[in-house]
């Protein structure tokens, strides 16, 4: 089983330009793109977060059951559902500005235990921002990975929500020891001001980096360094593409059973190099279509 722990919310995406064009909600939050990507690509999964009782809450369960996701770690609350609103460039890339203030899921608690059969827990975005739910994720990132469970990070950078930068990137280090996997794009990483080698000496076994169409690069703490191109595709947005890029990471670290840091350590250049290519097509699949819908196994199948 692979826990997506993480916020889930309602994106309100633009049909149009300009600050009046009509906004239609589509489900999403990073953590629960990734939790429906990895069902739709087979893998047991559950989803832990905190869900609003409101409308849009019942309908981002309901994909979640739909697509096979264990929701029995979510918790429930009377707060409304979380928005962002997003605007698309001419380039298909998307930002984002948030409606968090007393929302549902930012309240969530550590809960008392995992499933038990949990492999791995995925970690990222707003969740791990915003109090008072950050500090309950990064407990439960901790505890998981002082108990031996494999760790994915993806920071997946929302300057706009975080209030002090510098104290964010300290935080960020301080989870690391607790990481064997981090994810980021290199637009994070230059945010945050690191270099995937000095992450890898604070914890992680291995660091991905994603730059978009230009492909995913891979770095392991025994040297080694592994890159493929993007996939080439019409692009209509980019929404999701980055959650679907963890899901498929973890998806073919199970189907390997490399979800340990031995595990990464034994993948070698031909592993790293099929698994970085499957995320690849996996996320061209999500940029062809509008919105955040990953593929299914099918559909990647050579």
Same mark, same amino acid.
């Given at each position: 089983?692979?826990?997506?722990? /993480? $916020?889930?919310?309602?994106?309100?995406?633009?049909?149009?330009? #300009?600050? %009046?064009?009509?906004?239609?909600?589509?489900?999403? &939050? #990073?953590?629960?793109?990734?939790?429906?990507? !990895?069902?739709? %690509?087979?893998?047991?999964?559950?989803?832990?977060?905190?869900?609003?009782?409101?409308?849009?809450g019942e309908a981002l369960l309901d994909r979640l059951r739909r697509t096979g996701v264990d929701v029995s770690a979510v918790q429930r609350g009377a707060e409304p559902t979380t %928005?962002?609103?997003?605007?698309? #460039?001419?380039?298909?890339?998307?930002?984002?500005?948030?409606?968090? $203030?007393?929302?549902?899921?930012?309240?969530?608690?550590t809960p008392a235990a995992l499933p038990p059969d949990t492999r791995a827990v995925s970690f990222g975005?707003?969740? !791990?921002?915003? $109090?008072? /739910?950050a500090s309950a994720y990064e407990e439960l990132m901790r505890d998981a990975a002082a108990r031996g469970v494999f760790t994915a990070l993806?920071?997946?950078?929302?300057? #706009?929500?975080i209030a002090d930068p510098d104290a964010y990137r300290a935080r960020f280090k301080s989870w690391l020891p607790s990481v064997s996997l981090l994810k980021l794009s290199a637009e994070d990483a230059e945010w945050l001001g690191g270099t995937p080698r000095e992450w890898l000496a604070a914890g992680p076994?291995?660091?991905?980096?994603?730059? /978009?169409?230009? /492909?995913?690069?891979?770095?392991?703490?025994?040297? &080694?360094e592994y890159a493929v191109p993007g996939e080439r595709v019409e692009v209509v947005d980019t929404i999701g =593409?980055?959650?679907?890029?963890?899901?498929?990471?973890?998806?073919?670290?199970?189907?390997r059973d490399a979800l340990s840091e031995r595990g990464l350590g034994a993948l070698g250049r031909d592993g790293w190099? $099929?698994? !970085?290519?499957?995320?690849?097509? =996996?996320?061209?699949?999500?940029?062809?279509?509008a919105g955040a819908e990953p593929p299914y196994a099918a559909e990647l199948e050579d």
């Amino acid at each position: 089983m692979i826990v997506v722990a /993480g $916020e889930a919310l309602i994106d309100l995406v633009p049909q149009g330009t #300009g600050a %009046l064009a009509a906004l239609v909600p589509a489900l999403g &939050g #990073g953590p629960y793109n990734t939790a429906v990507a !990895l069902g739709r %690509l087979g893998s047991a999964t559950a989803f832990c977060s905190r869900v609003s009782y409101d409308a849009f809450g019942e309908a981002l369960l309901d994909r979640l059951r739909r697509t096979g996701v264990d929701v029995s770690a979510v918790q429930r609350g009377a707060e409304p559902t979380t %928005l962002a609103v997003a605007t698309v #460039g001419a380039d298909g890339s998307a930002a984002y500005s948030f409606y968090v $203030e007393g929302t549902a899921d930012r309240l969530f608690g550590t809960p008392a235990a995992l499933p038990p059969d949990t492999r791995a827990v995925s970690f990222g975005t707003c969740s !791990l921002v915003l $109090e008072p /739910g950050a500090s309950a994720y990064e407990e439960l990132m901790r505890d998981a990975a002082a108990r031996g469970v494999f760790t994915a990070l993806d920071p997946n950078i929302r300057a #706009g929500l975080i209030a002090d930068p510098d104290a964010y990137r300290a935080r960020f280090k301080s989870w690391l020891p607790s990481v064997s996997l981090l994810k980021l794009s290199a637009e994070d990483a230059e945010w945050l001001g690191g270099t995937p080698r000095e992450w890898l000496a604070a914890g992680p076994a291995a660091v991905v980096v994603t730059r /978009g169409g230009a /492909g995913l690069t891979a770095f392991t703490r025994d040297g &080694g360094e592994y890159a493929v191109p993007g996939e080439r595709v019409e692009v209509v947005d980019t929404i999701g =593409a980055g959650d679907t890029v963890n899901a498929a990471l973890l998806h073919g670290l199970a189907v390997r059973d490399a979800l340990s840091e031995r595990g990464l350590g034994a993948l070698g250049r031909d592993g790293w190099t $099929e698994l !970085l290519r499957f995320a690849a097509r =996996a996320a061209a699949v999500t940029c062809s279509r509008a919105g955040a819908e990953p593929p299914y196994a099918a559909e990647l199948e050579d």
